[in-house]
């Protein structure tokens, strides 16, 4: 990040400025929380304006990335954020912090999470805990209609949320796809964003 904009000890002055002049940006990870209510952007542009820096995760590929606590209305949130190349701020996800990760909102768990459940690998975007879950509801497209795959067996990164499954299990949901093997079929809500814009 030589070129880049943040300079030590002035990173949550260049936050607030990128938040209060509306440039930056969030990522899928981030709109998925929207959606699921479990984050607000009000929230996030809080945080990220008022609160402090709790860690730099440095990383040899990527820019250093920055995780950011603050609050809203009392309720504690994290904001993980980075300087993208065009030097653009990017929120990479935002979260309640929570047990087991989190004995309190700026603390880390020391035992690294859940003590009942293994690890079994390592989140590649935040590096925090893989464990294995079955997943209710893995939302995807298909030919323009919205599927649901129930009862996933998937790893769970207990930090951000990001869900990783086998080749194993990615072969078999492979061929169910293909098989269009459906059991059956739900409402969805929608949001129209833009409704007068034509889709491209
Ligand atoms: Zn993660």
Known sequence: MESGEIRPNHEMEWFGNRVRESRYSLSEHVVRYLVEGKVSVQGIENVLMTGRVLEEHRNPVRSTSFLVYGTLGGQPLHVKCAEDVDHQLVVLF?????????????????????????????????????????????LYRYEGQMCAVKRLPAALCEQCGEKYISAEVGRKLNALIDEKKFSGTEEANVIEFMPEVELS
């Open 94 to 138: 935002a979260y309640v912090p929570a047990p087991p990760v989190w004995d309190s909102p700026t603390r880390r768990n020391s035992l690294g999470g859940s003590e009942m459940a293994e690890s079994v690998g390592t989140c590649f975007f935040c590096g925090g805990k893989l464990i294995e879950i079955t997943v209710g509801n893995y």
